[in-house]
């Protein structure tokens, strides 16, 4: 009896939520080895997250002006479509549903399956088929809660955010307190020349670059958002310089206590802190961490099965996924359509074999992104926007990204080569179906599993 379509449920504050919730997930709890093992050293490891940080937030401004000028969801499908055509958004999609996104997700749920099971095996490391049992029992109840509601989604990473930044507060605090106390030992020689690799430090941006990652979420629900124009802006520049600041001196806290070597040999580092520093806590900060990547989980389910919507509506995608659940508001189809690729990947991956190959696709298109940003602007002068960054922050952002795409052919041409060879095997895929349109053989399929679902088109536009 009421029209069915995505309602605008995320505020102000649920907006904060989801970039806190998105960026401060495993990242920093499992990326601080990948920095260190690829920049040399303390200090250069350190110059890397602030730069990280630095880079993160140009990136988050461009992306704010991208919101305010382009109506639509859908985050980087969307701008890369209206910017630079359906090629390039049709490739974008191509790697984010077969590479970026399921190894993303494999990767931060295997994170939450080892800090979960820490406690029960500490001092011995968890089995590895029980972490990926752990991991997949937690993705999957993600996964349901999406499907449910969006309401309720919404509320959880609220209060997972309120949990990751008391995560960072335990970690910060008695690391403060020993420096305060002298404890200096671990920067002596901190910023040690010879064991800097120039070729190796794309992998340490892109280990930095992935605990930062999700700066860019409200992109992905634009559509859904309480005044939009406003919002995105004022969530987006607070969430970034309050996990930059996190960040850091989260970073400076691991060093405090633990030695390099303890830091590169340790499985998870936030572990190992509370070990040596906090040991009543041993308990509770594996549990707040495994908390915090279950509230990168479900950001990352609620905001991609929005791109799938969005691509789905544009005609890029099957039209089943634009489809919305007719009691529960809820794009269904979208969202439990990355079930058996993370399945996979959680069952035969490795974290950091993951992150390099899906860093090298997803850092590729946010650089086009960012690009399509400045290729706007010159289109559509007339185009007033709410919110305008300088000019030269777009082309920063876009140059460091390439470049760094570039370089990490280089650093690790075999993962890179498997995300280069993915994206490319778009094109066949592209000129094959989608440039001739969507088969009309489909449609039986689509109608048997629209009853199966309960699933309809969305009957108004928001945007």
């Not at 995320?10 to 920049?39: C, D, E, Q, W």
């Not at 007339?382 to 777009?394: A, G, M, R, T």
């Not at 001739?436 to 699933?455: N, P």
């Amino acid at each position: 009896e009421e029209a069915v379509f995505l309602r605008k449920k995320i505020t102000l504050v649920r907006a904060f939520s989801l970039l806190i919730g998105s960026m401060v997930g495993s990242g920093i709890f499992i990326s601080p080895k990948g920095v260190l093992k690829n920049s040399g050293s303390v200090g250069f490891s350190l110059v890397v997250w602030f730069a990280c940080g630095l880079l993160s937030m140009f990136g988050a401004l461009c992306y704010a002006e991208l919101g305010t000028r382009i109506t639509k969801s859908g985050g980087h499908y969307i701008y890369i479509l209206e910017t630079l055509g359906p090629l390039p958004s049709f490739l974008f999609l191509w790697a984010e549903f077969f590479a970026i996104r399921p190894a993303n997700s494999a990767v931060v749920s295997l994170a939450f399956g080892r800090y979960m099971l820490e406690p029960f095996f500490a001092p011995c490391a968890a089995p590895v088929p029980a972490v990926k049992l752990v991991s997949l029992l937690g993705y999957y109840m993600v996964l349901t809660l999406n499907s449910w509601s969006v309401t309720w989604s919404a509320r959880l990473q609220t209060a997972l955010s309120v949990v990751k930044l008391l995560a960072l507060a335990l970690i910060i605090v008695p690391g403060m307190i020993l420096l305060a106390q002298g404890h200096t030992e671990n920067f002596q020689d901190a910023f040690d020349r010879q064991s800097l690799v120039l070729d190796k430090l794309p992998l340490a941006f892109y280990a930095g670059m992935f605990a930062y990652s999700g700066w860019f979420q409200t992109s992905f629900v634009r559509e859904e958002l309480i005044r939009p124009e406003r919002n995105i802006p004022l969530a987006v520049i607070v969430s970034v310089i309050t996990v930059i600041v996190g960040y850091m001196l989260t970073n400076v806290s691991y060093y405090t206590v633990l030695g390099t070597q303890d830091v590169l040999a340790s499985p998870a580092v936030a572990v190992s802190f509370v070990q040596r520093a906090f040991k009543s806590l041993i308990s509770v900060v594996p549990v707040l961490v495994a908390l915090s990547c279950f509230g990168t989980m479900n950001g990352g389910i609620f905001t991609f099965s929005r791109t799938l919507f969005v691509a789905s509506r544009e005609g890029q995608w099957p039209p089943l996924f634009s489809m919305i659940h007719i009691r529960r508001h809820t794009p269904l189809p979208a969202v439990m359509l990355m079930f058996p690729l993370v399945t996979a990947m959680v069952c035969i991956g490795d974290i950091y074999h993951l992150l390099n190959f899906f860093s090298f696709s997803r850092w590729l298109f946010i650089g086009l992104a960012t690009l399509g940003l400045i290729v706007h602007r010159h289109r559509h002068p007339e185009l007033h926007s709410p919110f305008k960054v300088p000019l030269f922050i777009p082309i920063s952002f876009t140059i460091i990204c390439l470049f760094t795409v570039a370089m990490s052919f280089y650093s690790d041409p075999v993962n890179i080569s498997i995300g280069c060879t993915m994206v490319l095997s778009g094109f066949p895929v592209y000129y094959l179906i989608i440039h001739r349109q969507m088969s009309s053989r489909c449609h039986y399929l689509t109608h048997k599993l629209q009853l199966l679902l309960e699933v309809v088109q969305q009957e108004i536009k928001t945007y």
